[in-house]
């Protein structure tokens, strides 16, 4: 996905606020921004939101020396999401179609993001995802969930990718993981999550911490960039993704970074922002389960 006129003040409402979290003071957070407007006219508008994003971060952590900023809210989101895992599987164990309700807590785990919005209160948002009872998707009905899709091809499939997202979301990514392997224990499945902090993204040790290792193999896509930005990923990585019968892309970060790529992908995301939402062509809050190959 390109980025847009609209995205120019998330950029700023970005790197303001990571700037707070870092515990910038004011004279610093200024300095921050006035070298982001200065950085802004030489980005290229058909560049994709998470390069600007990787840019923006950069110049937080330069100035603010510190290197994992959200360390304490990935802890946070990690230990709360665990202590719901049971729950998440007790669910899981009394629907009439468990892989659906597999993608459907995955998805809705999505909500976990503090590049989106850092105001975020994680515990009454996971709150908030147990006490829903209603099928999120029939809810959500419209062209982009291709379910159908995601089961056939999902079945055939040897080798399957999984692009993580946030911390704490991987609990709910471990829930699907585990229903697959559970329909078919011989599938390989290579769970990639960032090599370095960005933002509140997944690191190796978010994936241990949440149990991930057990029932997949973690490899880190080589880029610190909040979304798969293949031209910034590792040679080992590039080959995982080209090998891979189908992807399996958690969040809007990485539908930026990939929207445009012609492989087997399987976009699963809670449409945040206005932007995105108007790329896919949902609405905002929307559910999407999209399958890459069927975008016009």
Excluded: W
């Amino acid at each position: 996905m390109r980025t847009y006129l609209d995205c120019i003040p998330c950029f700023f409402r970005q790197a303001l606020e990571a700037a707070r979290i870092s515990g910038a003071d004011k004279i610093t957070q200024r300095k921050i921004l006035n070298k982001l407007a200065k950085t802004l006219p030489e980005f290229s508008l058909n560049a994709t939101p998470p390069e600007m994003a990787c840019i923006i971060y950069g110049m937080v952590k330069k100035a603010t020396h510190q290197d994992d900023p959200y360390r304490k809210i990935k802890a946070k989101s990690n230990k709360l999401a665990l202590k719901i895992y049971a729950e998440l599987r007790s669910k899981l164990s009394k629907s009439d179609d468990r892989l659906l309700k597999a993608v459907e807590m995955a998805i809705a785990g999505n909500i976990i993001d503090y590049g989106v919005k850092n105001s975020l209160n994680i515990k009454e948002e996971l709150k908030r995802i147990l006490n829903t009872e209603e099928n999120i998707f029939k809810k959500n009905k419209n062209v982009f969930i291709h379910y159908a899709d995601f089961k056939n091809i999902l079945k055939k499939a040897k080798n399957i990718l999984y692009l993580a997202d946030n911390a704490g979301e991987t609990v709910f990514d471990r829930v699907l993981i585990e229903e697959i392997k559970r329909i078919d224990e011989n599938k390989k499945i290579i769970y990639a999550v960032k090599d370095k902090p960005i933002i509140n993204d997944a690191l190796i040790e978010d994936a241990y911490i949440c149990g991930i290792d057990k029932i997949a193999t973690i490899v880190s896509c080589g880029s610190n960039a909040p979304g798969t930005i293949l031209s910034l990923c590792s040679k080992e990585f590039l080959k995982i993704y080209k090998q891979a019968d189908i992807i399996l892309s958690k969040g809007q970060g990485n539908f930026e970074a990939l929207s445009e790529e012609k492989r087997p992908i399987f976009f699963m995301l809670m449409a945040k922002c206005p932007v995105v939402a108007k790329d896919i062509g949902c609405s905002v809050g929307e559910i999407v389960l999209l399958f890459n190959l069927k975008r016009s």
